[in-house]
């Protein structure tokens, strides 16, 4: 039996025939087997499609046809039926659907050609306020609300902390409780959203982005980047008796560890990108290990002994970094006692514009020397481990390597602290 009452159609058949059976029209679903009673109160939406792919299609001469169709699916909880019939057949295209357009509501919009049958449900009256989505429960005719973030109650009527405003009570979520803002960020709360007003060199909603210019290179030397420059800008680094070792978190590959031995150091191709002339700043974290000392960023090459711009940990386990202008002269070091057996954030520069060299380690300014202005010698390759013509080696773990062409003030370089850590 088919009825159309208020733009609702009524569905009822048995799949035996039950003599003196009444549907109760104020029902909205029933799928019985075991009574052998079947029927569905649909709802339609003329001149809508909801998008989905469908249980079933098929060819159907009513709409009738298609509701029957779908309450005699369990699976069917709406379906799409053409608004009009083809010229052939005169038919209309029927597609029974696994979802309905409450749980789907980004899928549901106008259609010229299609009409969408929904099963009655309370999620029929829009009960749901404030954007929420309503969840229709067929078996009890009931529903409940998913609230948007910031809403609560029965029907996502009320903000979550009583506030007042214009003399009204309502409540308001303070969106700041889950500490949503990254890298020292403050965050602001707002009626259903919040702000985040992030630090110097840092953006993006959360501050998540770190926000320093200059990186020209970026070798994490981990297991997941091996010796590549994580930005693809530089040659790959050509790695030799060197192993992969825990990383400053403790986390296996994070790092590589270099042997203090004459064929153990890891060589960067310079074909013109580590070639800064004239600011620089290097940023590594090390992990020395014993009394050795050697190279920890060394520019030259691998068939001449000539000094050019380099790091190394010094006798007596000093850092030290030492400029050097492109005609070979050399200039006063910065230099700082390194603790061997444990990790270093460290960073070293060179700023053209007023001539001065820096030694930062975990942070904090350890040295600073006024060097003059020159181009520095960045001409040529870059050796962590060994320098030709020394029989000094560098032995201990190295890992997030960071090349820039300017010169980082201690703000940036706490900032980039997380870029390409191990």
């Not at 979520?173 to 965050?187: A, Q, V, W, Y």
Request: net charge neutral.
């Amino acid at each position: 039996m088919v009825r159309i009452l208020n733009a609702i159609v009524f569905l009822s058949f048995s799949n035996t025939k039950v003599s003196g059976t009444e549907v109760d029209g104020s029902k909205t679903l029933k799928r019985d087997r075991k009574d052998g009673v079947n029927y569905v109160n649909f709802v339609s939406h003329k001149f809508s499609f909801l998008d989905l792919p469908p249980l079933l299609s098929a060819l159907v001469s009513t709409v009738g046809e298609c509701g029957v169709t779908c309450v005699d699916n369990p699976s069917c909880f709406s379906f799409n039926c053409a608004a009009f019939s083809d010229n052939v057949h005169r038919k209309m295209s029927c597609q029974l659907l696994p979802s309905d357009k409450y749980n789907k509501s980004t899928k549901f919009s106008s259609s010229p050609t299609f009409h969408h049958y929904s099963i009655k449900s309370r999620c029929s009256s829009n009960p749901c306020m404030n954007n929420a989505t309503c969840v229709a429960n067929y078996d009890d005719y009931k529903y409940s609300c998913e609230c948007a973030p910031g809403y609560l109650g029965k029907d996502c009527e009320a903000l979550h902390s009583i506030l007042a405003l214009f003399g009204l009570s309502f409540l308001d979520i303070d969106e700041c409780f889950s500490n949503p803002c990254l890298n020292g960020g403050r965050c602001v709360d707002g009626i259903n959203k919040y702000h985040c007003n992030c630090p110097s060199y840092f953006t993006g909603p959360r501050c998540e982005t770190i926000d320093v210019d200059g990186l020209v290179a970026l070798y994490p030397f981990n297991s997941a980047y091996t010796t590549k420059d994580m930005l693809g800008s530089q040659l790959d680094g050509i790695a030799s008796n060197v192993q992969l070792a825990t990383g400053p978190k403790g986390n296996a590959g994070g790092s590589y560890r270099f042997m203090g031995t004459s064929n153990s150091y890891i060589e960067l191709p310079n074909s013109g990108g580590l070639d800064t002339m004239y600011s620089l700043t290097v940023v590594m974290w090390i992990y020395p290990e014993g009394p050795t000392d050697g190279p920890l960023f060394n520019y030259g090459t691998s068939t001449s002994n000539l000094w050019r711009v380099h790091f190394w940990i010094g006798t007596g386990g000093n850092f030290f970094f030492r400029p050097a202008d492109r005609q070979g002269n050399m200039y006063s070091s910065v230099t700082s006692p390194a603790t061997s057996g444990q990790w270093h954030y460290v960073a070293v520069s060179y700023d053209y514009n007023i001539g001065v060299a820096r030694l930062w380690i975990d942070g904090v300014e350890k040295g600073k020397e006024t060097v003059g202005v020159f181009q520095l010698a960045t001409d040529l390759n870059v050796r962590i481990g060994v320098k030709t013509g020394d029989a000094r080696y560098f032995k201990g773990r190295v890992t997030g390597i960071q090349v820039y062409n300017v010169a980082l003030n201690r703000d940036q370089i706490m900032a980039v602290k997380t870029r390409g850590e191990g």
